[in-house]
């Protein structure tokens, strides 16, 4: 009786969480679809949408599809995306696990100046003298190396790494098992909410990098789908009046406007994410937990 009254008195808190945590979400994944019902809208009549499109519209959609070398360039930054993540996991992770074993010469020092790296940054002219001297600029390269290894990353794996057994180890180690093959069987596919977590983070930062493209990067093969995108988007007002101009040509009495093109570009750039993320949540959420408390 005593437990079904203090269910009772609980139940006005837990609605107030309940519709304080909905009003949140909502605040926070409505600017996203609100875009996205922008995009799809009537220029003319795309102010006055808010929960639905008006005047179902995919014009904006089209012209930026007819840009020269997006197709290209959206491959450039897929390949950046995928290749990136992956070496960065890679090297990060391994150079993680290095450093907490006892028998690395120096792993305290190699430790910490990793982590004086994140406090030091010598600006962008000596960054770019860096790039260019190592061969980099109109190089692929460029979007894949100097990630590579990522200090803010090994930390998150080296503090997940420690809180596995060292039993598991201990047991491979007798039955012969050298680092890097404990590493990759065992060490690695117990590690997957961090990886997930640095994937994801990674990922997004590849795909949505276009500073080293902008200053290293002349040569149009190159050129990411957010450098293209990204100068479009400066120059949206003219994008739009030679789209109008173009459907005038073709007989169509519809207007492009400069915050339609604008909408356009935004969704292109980050509906990929949005759509990979989902299928990581669940370890993301569990290697932030894990982080945060070990850390």
């Known amino acids: 009786m005593r437990q079904t009254k203090l269910k009772l008195r609980g139940l006005p808190f837990q609605a107030f969480l309940n519709i304080l945590f909905l009003a949140l979400v909502i605040l926070c994944v409505y600017p996203f679809y609100y875009i996205l019902v922008y995009s799809l809208s009537d220029p003319d009549r795309a102010a006055y949408a808010f929960l639905y499109p008006i005047g179902f519209n995919l014009d904006g959609y089209r012209m930026l599809f007819q840009l020269n070398n997006i ?4 491959v450039i930054s897929a390949l950046r ?3 990136g993540t992956l070496i960065t996991v890679a090297c990060t992770s391994f150079a993680a696990y290095l450093v907490t074993e006892r028998e690395m010469m120096w792993r305290t020092f190699v430790y910490r100046f990793f982590v004086i790296t994140m406090y030091l940054n010598a600006g962008l ?4 003298l860096t790039m260019r001297a190592y061969g980099l600029k109109n190089n692929f390269l460029l979007y894949i190396l ?3 290894v990522s200090a803010y990353y090994m930390i998150l794996t080296k503090t997940y790494i420690e809180s596995l057994p060292e039993s598991l180890e201990e047991s491979a180690m007798l039955d012969g ?6 590493f990759w069987k065992i060490i690695l596919p117990l590690s997957k909410p961090i990886i997930a977590t640095v994937a994801i983070y990674n990922a997004v930062n590849q795909w949505n990098s276009w500073s080293d ?5 002349s040569d149009e093969n ?3 789908l957010q450098l293209i995108l990204y100068n479009y988007l400066n120059s949206a007002t003219n994008l739009a009046q030679a789209s109008t101009q173009q459907l005038e040509a073709m007989g169509a009495s519809r207007t492009m406007t400069p ?4 909408m356009c570009i935004t969704v292109i750039t980050t509906l990929p994410i949005m759509c990979v993320y989902p299928f990581l949540q669940k370890h993301f959420a569990k290697g932030i937990m894990i982080g945060a408390v070990k850390g």
């Open 259 to 262: 915050m339609s093109i604008k």
């Open 177 to 182: 098992a050298g680092y890097v093959t404990i």
């Open 71 to 74: 197709f290209h360039a959206a």
């Open 146 to 148: 100097p990630g590579a």
């Open 125 to 128: 002219i000596p960054w770019y």
């Open 81 to 83: 995306t995928v290749l």
């Open 213 to 217: 493209n902008y200053f290293l990067v």
């Open 222 to 224: 190159l050129q990411t």
